[in-house]
């Protein structure tokens, strides 16, 4: 009953995290295909600013730190896209926790004796608890238009 509650508690967490957002602060495009998105570092020689655009790697289960990363920026670039922006000039890349897991353990021993009118008692027992917390790539910039690099 505990891992079935565990559980949920973990999918609820994974599923209510928005993956990606964004802002207009420019004028919105017909969209593209996301393989034509560049990323950018440095600012190009030209370029119009579109919105300004945020992902995550939740749910993305890549077991390394380059496939979440990997994630992160191909999700980034989907929405930037989405926009018509044929750039985004990355300025924030990071972790961030996104869900905390506590799982712990107990036991014990109790031994009872009766002598005539009385009893004794002795009790013992150990618990453990061990909680984890998971992390997610983030990364953010401005999702451009670029006139010129």
């Known amino acids: 009953m505990k891992k079935l509650l565990l559980l949920t508690l973990v999918a609820a967490s994974l599923t209510s995290c928005n993956t ?6 420019g ?5 593209i295909a996301p393989e034509s998105v560049k990323i950018y570092i440095q600012p190009p020689k030209k370029f119009e600013q579109v919105a300004i655009v945020d992902a995550n ?13 990997d994630a992160t920026l191909a999700r980034l670039k ?3 896209a989405a926009l018509g922006a044929n750039g985004i000039l990355l300025n924030n890349v990071g972790n961030a926790p996104f869900a905390t897991i506590t799982q712990g353990s107990a036991y014990g021993t109790a031994n009872a ?15 453990m608890a061990m909680t984890s917390t998971l992390m997610m790539k983030t990364a953010g910039g401005m999702a451009i238009y670029v006139i010129e690099e």
């Open 27 to 31: 004028q919105k495009r017909a969209a």
């Open 113 to 127: 004796v009766a002598y005539g009118n009385s009893a004794y008692a002795n009790f013992s027992g150990n618990s």
């Open 57 to 69: 790697s939740v749910n993305t289960f890549r077991l390394t730190q380059q496939g979440a990363m």
């Open 20 to 25: 990606t957002t964004h802002v207009l602060v």
């Open 78 to 80: 989907h929405a930037a």
